[in-house]
């Protein structure tokens, strides 16, 4: 395997080095179809098959479960900023038709906006088919 370009995204593809070096290798058996799998998800997370499946398996900060837990929190906030989002909307509308707008909403919904955009990023990020719908 390769490392990656020094400055394309300044991350290795490969493992670092271990003292001693790895002396135990393993063998797993995969239909056509997991493997095919297997590079392109390490390839989308530009790291080597080896390491995808290293990290995946030796990983113990996050569990399915978490991540599913992890999820659902983020589509909660994403539709609670929806609604905000929503509800200033309507003030605006009805400043439209009175004239009347309070001048703290306007950076209110700026930064309801860039909420949602960090969810969305965080959604996309985890992997989710359609993470970025509302």
Do not use: W, Y
Not at 2 to 26: F, H
Not at 30 to 46: F, P, Q, S, V
Not at 101 to 114: D, G, K, S
């Amino acid at each position: 395997m390769t490392t990656a370009l020094p400055g394309r995204s300044g991350r290795r593809r490969r493992q670092p080095n271990a003292a001693g070096g790895r002396s135990v290798e393993q063998k797993v058996r995969l239909t056509a179809e997991e493997a095919a799998a297997l590079r392109l998800k390490a390839r989308r997370l530009g790291v080597s098959v080896p390491r995808l499946l290293v990290e995946s398996a030796l990983a113990e900060q996050e569990t399915a479960t978490d991540r599913r837990d992890l999820m659902a929190a983020l589509f909660g906030l994403q539709r609670l900023g929806g609604n905000i989002a929503n509800n200033v909307n309507q003030l605006a509308k009805k400043a439209n038709a009175t004239d009347e707008f309070p001048e703290n909403a306007t950076p209110v919904l700026a930064h309801i906006q860039r909420l949602l955009i960090r969810i969305d990023q965080a959604l996309n990020q985890l992997g989710t088919p359609g993470g970025g719908a509302r």
